[in-house]
């Protein structure tokens, strides 16, 4: 598991490294699903990631959210609270501030390597954020 995890921080490093102008200045608007009508889909390893991510705040479950947002978007600040961790779909901004989207093509090869890290943990490919880091919650106990 451990490597597994390793791989996808890996990914993160390896996107950012990428000649690609984005600049995220987090404005957290791509953080409101219900608005962009947009959310993430995670694959496990990512999952698995934002939950230890999530539990290292000292948190146990995600909260309700009644306004259609992230459940890992503190309300209080409006701050990510797992921004360092936070998956891949964040990192490529649906985000008109931070220069739209990142072209699938531009990141294939990335994509490629989470869904492999997918297959290793026994995932069931990418899934909305909530569902998929509410899973990665129990399994990571
Ligand atoms: S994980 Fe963080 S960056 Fe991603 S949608 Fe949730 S609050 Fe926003």
């Not at 390597?113 to 290793?120: K, N």
């Amino acid at each position: 598991m451990q490597n597994a995890l390793d791989e996808v921080r890996q990914v993160y490093v390896d996107l950012a490294q990428r000649p690609i102008q984005r600049n995220c200045l987090r404005k957290t608007e791509c953080c409101h699903f219900k608005l962009t009508r947009r959310t993430p889909y995670l694959t496990k390893g990512e999952a698995v990631v934002a939950a230890k991510a999530f539990r290292a705040t000292g948190r146990k479950s995600l909260p309700e959210t009644v306004d259609g947002s992230c459940p890992m978007l503190q309300q209080e600040t409006g701050n990510c609270l797992i921004y360092e961790d936070r998956p891949f779909g964040c990192r490529t901004h649906f985000c008109a501030a931070a220069g739209g989207p990142i072209a699938r093509r531009e990141v294939l090869d990335l994509i490629r390597r989470l869904e492999d890290i997918d297959l290793v943990l026994n995932g069931n490919g990418p899934r909305p954020l909530q569902n998929a880091v509410a899973d990665a919650l129990e399994e990571v106990g």
